[in-house]
């Protein structure tokens, strides 16, 4: 089946790095989302977007459909962006997620 | 439009209860999907429906599980013969296609499950 890789697993960060997220998948998709787990559990849709870029405030996201990855870029951090940063594939009727990222944002 | 809704938040049960979680859709969204959530891990995709017709089931959906959509609305997920390995955070989502393959999905807030 298509595989997901997700890096880095882990990153801390002093409020108001940037900071690159990367989603690696195996396979051709039909779309992809980028996804913010807040401390609570909530996922947070970010982005929709199968190929191309989007921004959206301090977040932008692109994804090279071709060569099979993505990118979230977070600029000027602040804490409240710590949480698990997930992509999820869909392909036919399967939907598969990363194993996330995990943010860490110090004051 | 005031998002997917889940009850309960939280279910602590005793090991080999039954338990039922209840899903409500953003409504007019006509796929329905559920996931589990381990710790550490990223969500697992268990089942979905379109409208009231149950697609696709993954392998992780064991004879214990069962979903339904009755009347293409709300969803339950029924577990039965619960096992500690079922704790769990249950996910569900749901999406409204905006074109061929499409289907951006939005989640609830789940419900936190914990087996004794």
């Known amino acids: ?6 890096s880095p697993p882990d990153l801390i960060l002093q409020e108001g790095a940037n900071s690159t997220l990367r989603c690696n998948f195996s396979d051709s998709v039909n779309n992809l989302q980028w996804f ?14 199968p190929s191309g870029t989007k921004q959206n405030g301090r977040l932008s996201a692109t994804t ?17 962006d710590s949480g698990v940063y997930f992509c999820a594939l869909r392909r036919d009727d399967k939907i598969i997620f990363g194993k996330g990222t995990r943010l860490h944002i110090l004051p | 439009d005031t998002g997917v809704s889940q009850d309960p938040r939280h279910k602590i049960t005793k090991r080999g209860q039954n338990v039922t979680f209840r899903c409500d859709p953003i409504s007019e969204h006509n796929r329905l999907y559920w996931y589990r959530q381990t710790l550490g891990q990223g969500p697992e995709f268990l089942t979905y429906f379109q409208n009231e017709a149950q697609l696709e089931k993954s ?16 969803s339950t997920l029924e577990i039965q013969r619960t096992e500690q390995g079922d704790s769990a955070m249950y996910l569900c989502a749901s999406s409204h296609p905006a074109g061929r393959y499409t289907y951006e999905q939005y989640f609830g807030p789940g419900t936190r499950l914990t087996v004794t």
């Open chain 2, 59 to 74: 392998r992780l959906l064991s004879d214990r599980f069962s979903a339904e959509r009755p009347k293409g609305s709300f």
């Open chain 1, 64 to 80: 090279v459909a071709t060569e099979r990855y993505s990118l979230l870029y977070i600029s000027s951090s602040q804490t409240t």
């Open chain 1, 36 to 49: 913010h787990q807040n401390p609570w559990g909530q996922l947070i849709n970010l982005f929709y977007i």
């Open chain 1, 1 to 6: 089946g298509i595989q997901v890789e997700q």
